[in-house]
């Protein structure tokens, strides 16, 4: 079975920090870009973070841009998107998802440009 799982979420005070992690079975991240989302209440699916097939190419959304860093191990078939400088507007569900097509993130935030999608991780920062 092809699937992505999410973990690492939970509740952290603002300011705080957390690692999420994006781990593949039945099929090897060497080939996709992974990207990472995130949904409030309310809100639209909107990209967080990109990182190519290589490693070599990242992307941000700006509202995460000095605060959030991807990064991808290979060898045990994992993205992480370590999170610093946590604020309360972070505050959402976040996925992870896998694009074959452009594995250099030039599609980024295309929702419809990802094979496939995680199950997602509640992330809630609050006081």
């Known amino acids: 079975q092809l699937q992505l799982v999410e973990s690492g979420g939970g509740l952290v005070q603002p300011g705080g920090s957390l690692r999420l992690s994006c781990a593949a079975s039945?099929?090897?991240?060497?080939?996709?870009?992974i990207g990472w989302f995130r949904q409030a209440p309310g809100k639209e699916r909107e990209g967080v973070s990109c990182?190519?097939?290589?490693?070599?190419?990242?992307n941000y959304g700006d509202s995460v841009k000095g605060r959030f860093t991807i990064s991808r191990d290979n060898a045990k078939n994992t993205v992480y998107l370590q999170m610093n400088s946590l604020k309360p507007e972070d505050t959402a569900v976040y996925y992870c998802?896998?694009?074959?097509?452009?594995?250099?993130?030039?599609?980024?935030?295309?929702?419809?440009?990802?094979?496939?999608w995680g199950q997602g991780t509640q992330v809630t920062i609050s006081s």
């Open positions: 998802a896998a694009d074959g097509l452009s594995p250099d993130c030039s599609a980024f935030v295309r929702l419809d440009e990802y094979d496939f």
């Open positions: 990182i190519s097939s290589s490693g070599g190419r990242t």
């Open positions: 039945g099929f090897t991240l060497d080939y996709y870009a």
